[in-house]
């Protein structure tokens, strides 16, 4: 599976960014979508994600700011992010799920300054 995200870039605090991500190779393999991500210092951590059957998971502290979506047509799965903060200023990582094994997309960075 390989994985092509975009869509990163500055944006002023509590403005709005939308990422991209596609996927190709075995994609009918794919169980899940996701993002990730990984500030300066810290781990990488899971940001949203969407199974095949639509199930979403959100982290915490971006319930009600993000909202994660596929288009099964297109392969792809998008991050739309509004109210960014500072604290979500990040390289972000889209991620496919296949049975055990998490594939990587090569990180797009967003940075949330004044």
């Known amino acids: 599976v390989q994985l092509q995200a975009s869509g990163g870039g500055l944006v002023l605090p509590g403005g709005s960014l939308t990422l991209s991500c596609s996927a190709s190779g075995r994609i009918l393999n794919i169980h899940s979508l996701g993002w990730y991500r990984q500030a300066p210092g810290k781990e990488r951590e899971l940001v949203a994600a969407i199974t095949s059957g639509g199930i979403l998971n959100y982290a915490d502290p971006v319930k009600g700011r993000f909202t994660i979506s596929r288009d099964n047509a297109k392969n792809t799965v998008y991050l739309q992010m509004n109210s960014l903060k500072p604290e979500d200023a990040a390289v972000y990582y889209c991620?496919?799920?296949?049975?055990?094994?998490?594939?990587w997309g090569q990180g797009t960075l967003v940075t949330v300054s004044s």
């Open positions: 991620s496919a799920r296949v049975m055990a094994a998490l594939y």
